[in-house]
């Protein structure tokens, strides 16, 4: 270890440094460092990054992959601005790596738009799929596609959904047993519909079904899904002040009327994967208004839901969470953390205390 030279200062300066001091440790307390917190059940939480080459990012996304995670995420100067690209960090154990750009929306020498909302999926050892999507605002973008085939390090040339189809919009695909790949989507060109997206092939043929709901009853986006046997449920945000439901007994090719839970939604996204054990776990802000807190809840059965870790509490946006399972069991979110920073929870499901919700 490298020792610094021996100062002998004088007992104002050592004040004035230990001000100093306590000041940039209180700023940096919300910094990369990893923390340990007391509630049962969080084993541990960090920032993916502390330094990048932009200010802004928002819309993570988080695979497991043979060699380790990876995360996603668009960053930029701000959301909407042309300059927003896909940027990609992987931990392979040591910690995460630098950010480094993995998709752009350059056109040519003149024009390029923003990128949106990537959603990373591992369909099998060293093939990682990478979703985004490229355009002006989410009325007018479009679905886009790369592949990987050594887990991220490098990426195949970007290809470009057919017309009609996004993609897994902001959450991950649902991988069924036949190897059909199955997408949570949604449009907002002409209000805020959903529609279910599959590929069985990664991508090489689409098929889909028309709009779940009509937009105006009901306006939705951003479905996740989740599995009880053989149903499968989505959960999505909206413009009702609900996170609202539908369910299939197909495979997703058909699904019931989306309805309201009785789970509040900012107008937010949320996100949610179905455990090993068979419980399901959803990420979500449970307030009608602003974007914190931000808690994770339980379900056994997809309808009644209780309150296991509050993740954020404090004022700012804690938002548009992804969350995985790990091959060890552990539960692995990440969200955006005040617009400034990606942040990185890890979960033991089995510990979690779990309450009631009021």
């Given amino acids: 270890m490298r020792r610094l030279p021996t100062v002998k200062m004088s007992a104002c300066l050592l004040s004035a440094l230990a001000v100093c001091f306590m000041s940039q440790t209180q700023t940096f307390g919300n910094g990369p460092e990893k923390t340990t917190p ?4 969080l084993v541990m939480q960090e920032f993916i990054y502390d330094q990048a080459p932009f200010p802004s990012c928002h819309a993570s996304t988080i695979a ?19 300059d927003v690209e896909i940027w990609l960090s992987r931990n392979t154990g040591d910690g995460w790596s630098a950010p480094v750009s993995v998709a752009d929306g350059v056109k040519d020498a003149t ?3 923003p990128c949106w909302n990537p959603v990373l999926f591992q369909t099998k050892p060293g093939t990682l799929l990478l979703f985004y999507k490229v355009g002006p605002n989410p009325s007018e973008w479009w679905g886009m596609l790369k592949i990987s085939h050594d887990n991220g390090k490098t990426w195949g040339k970007a290809r470009r959904l057919p017309d009609g189809f996004v993609g897994p919009v902001k959450n991950k ?15 907002e060109h002409d209000s805020w519909q959903l529609q ?3 590929t069985p092939d990664l991508g090489k043929t689409w098929h889909r ?11 939705a986006i951003q479905p996740s899904v989740l599995q009880y046997g053989d149903k499968l449920q989505i959960l999505c945000r909206s413009r009702q002040g609900k996170i609202v439901e539908a369910w299939s007994e197909d495979n997703g090719r058909s699904w019931s009327k989306v309805t309201p839970t009785s789970l509040p939604n900012p107008n937010s996204g949320t996100d949610a994967v179905t455990l090993k054990d068979g419980r399901a776990l959803l990420v979500y802000n449970p307030t009608k208004k602003g974007r914190s807190p931000l808690h994770v809840a339980i379900s056994e059965d997809g309808k009644h839901w209780k309150t296991g870790l509050v993740l954020e509490d404090k004022k700012g946006e804690y938002s548009y969470p992804a969350v995985i399972q790990t091959a060890d069991g552990k539960v692995h979110i990440t969200y955006t953390w005040r617009r400034e920073l990606v942040k990185h929870v890890v979960i033991d499901p089995a510990q979690l205390e779990l309450k009631e919700i009021d």
């Avoid at 497991?64 to 042309?82: I, Q, R």
């Avoid at 079904?209 to 306006?219: A, F, H, K, S, V």
């Fill in 173 to 187: 695909p649902f991988l069924l047993s036949d190897g059909t790949l199955l997408c949570p989507a949604s449009t």
């Fill in 111 to 113: 024009k390029r738009w």
């Fill in 209 to 219: 079904t028309g709009p779940l709901n009509d937009g105006r009853e009901i306006g």
């Fill in 196 to 198: 279910m997206e599959w």
């Fill in 64 to 82: 497991e992959t043979p060699e380790g995670l990876v995360c996603a995420f668009f960053g930029g100067t701000a959301e909407k601005n042309p």
């Fill in 38 to 41: 007391d509630q049962p059940g």
